[in-house]
């Protein structure tokens, strides 16, 4: 149980921002005792690894904040996202943790379905974001563009955390997730509507 809210927590996160959750994994693997990797994803905490996978998060946090570019910027990732999320939940559902103590009896016989998983989260979560991220901008005139970049980035990263960590909390993580998607999406509408009776 604990192996798939993992992987789903790891998923989710990769289809907001690809490098969050492996840079993630990555660091946990490295430096803390209570992690430990699968042999098949231990060079995902190799130190030029972690120093790629930095650089790319910096360039993705700064592009995702630039209304157009952050569109731009989905579209790149459409295939990256994904893939990070198969990765992620590969990895995530098959590391050994404080939490997560035998994770190889569940996916032992059928290694490739955690990545397929991992992969059709990561790329539903992204075609939501994908297809949320130009209305928001509309209308907002591009002022939703890094706040709610913002709050994509906090949330794959407390959800990658908590999926290592706390994985029986990624269940409400996910719940305020979407709660907060919703709003952030009735207020840009709502600020249309009131720019759009101005105008009148």
Do not use: C
Request: charged share 10%; no cysteine; net charge neutral.
């Amino acid at each position: 149980m604990f192996e798939i809210l993992t992987g789903t927590g790891l998923a989710v996160a990769a289809g907001l921002n690809a490098y969050i959750p492996l840079l993630t994994l990555g660091l946990a693997g490295r430096f803390l005792d209570f992690v430990e990797l699968p042999p098949a994803w231990s060079w995902l905490s190799n130190e030029w690894v972690l120093g790629i996978l930095g650089v790319l998060l910096v360039i993705e946090i700064i592009a995702d904040k630039i209304p157009v570019v952050d569109s731009v910027n989905d579209w790149i990732q459409t295939m990256v996202r994904p893939a990070a999320g198969g990765i992620a939940f590969g990895t995530g559902s098959t590391s050994a943790t404080a939490v997560v103590q035998d994770p190889a009896s569940i996916f032992s016989s059928n290694a490739w379905v955690p990545i397929a998983i991992g992969i059709v989260l990561a790329l539903a979560t992204h075609v939501t974001k994908m297809a949320s991220r130009p209305a928001m901008n509309a209308a907002t005139f591009g002022a939703a563009a890094p706040v709610v970049s913002t709050f994509e980035d906090v949330s794959s990263a407390v959800l990658s955390v908590l999926a290592l960590l706390l994985p029986v909390l990624v269940v409400a993580a996910l719940a305020g997730l979407t709660v907060g998607f919703v709003m952030l999406f009735r207020r840009a509408r709502h600020r249309r509507a009131q720019r759009r009776a101005l105008s009148l």
